[in-house]
């Protein structure tokens, strides 16, 4: 049994049985495994283009002859796709892989995470105030220093969790896959740059830095380390503009 060739059959046989959407979810589910997501998120993007389609042919506002064009367009993209998978050994062994992680998935992770982040931080400067390792001022200053730093990032995730409100209404089939590697570097920086700034409060109460210094510090940590939480955060909730 040559699973490449079988899969390849079986779609173009969809597309030859004018079944298009079949056929998208039957790539879509061949390209889900992390080695395969470069074609997968390419199909995601065919599947978005058929969805409209589908949805201009049932209200009937697009021409007839753009409509078919657009079928054709999406049949031949779809056609050399499927001469793109990859080869039987290749196919059995991505098989055995974890799928990526859904883009939605990781967005509600990171967006907890960075909540439950920022509360911890304050909460922890709130604490080495109250134990007498900050003054009123300097907690003040410290608080005005650390609440602009979180709160760049959670505007922006909040905002495109509101824009998608109504996502889990959608098929998932339109939603691009991420692969482990990029959520384990996202799960890494997003530890690091907490534990940094956290680190960087504790010195100050235990005389290892004095105030100035400290401040100066967490400048250096949002430079050195907050510039790739920043990179990470952008990447999955600021859309490039149309």
Do not use: C
């Given at each position: ?12 046989r ?17 390209t ?11 199909a ?34 779809l ?40 509360v ?63 959520k ?8 690091v740059?907490t ?7 504790i ?40």
């Amino acid at each position: 049994m040559e699973i490449q060739l079988d899969t390849q059959k079986d779609i173009k046989r969809l597309i030859a049985m004018a079944d298009l959407e079949q056929a998208l979810q039957h790539y879509l589910k061949a390209t889900e495994p992390e080695a395969l997501l470069n074609l997968h998120n390419q199909a995601v993007g065919l599947m978005a283009q058929f969805k409209q389609f589908k949805q201009d042919s049932q209200l009937n506002v697009v021409d007839y002859d753009d409509l078919a064009r657009t079928r054709n367009r999406i049949n031949m993209t779809l056609l050399a796709l499927t001469d793109e998978l990859p080869s039987e050994e290749v196919l059995l062994e991505a098989e055995k892989k974890k799928p990526g992680i859904r883009e939605s998935r990781l967005k509600r992770i990171v967006l907890r995470f960075m909540i439950i982040s920022k509360v911890f931080v304050l909460g922890l400067l709130l604490f080495l105030w109250d134990t007498g390792g900050f003054s009123v001022d300097q907690f003040i200053g410290t608080a005005s220093l650390l609440i602009p730093l979180f709160t760049a990032y959670t505007v922006l995730m909040v905002r495109d969790s509101a824009k998608n409100r109504y996502v889990h209404i959608q098929s998932q089939e339109t939603e691009m896959l991420v692969t482990h590697h990029f959520k384990n570097m996202v799960y890494f920086w997003m530890f690091v740059y907490t534990f940094a700034i956290s680190l960087v409060l504790i010195l100050k109460p235990a005389g290892a830095l004095a105030y100035n210094q400290m401040s100066a510090t967490l400048t250096l940590v949002e430079i050195g380390i907050g510039v790739y939480v920043g990179e990470v955060v952008f990447a999955l909730f600021k859309k490039p503009s149309k």
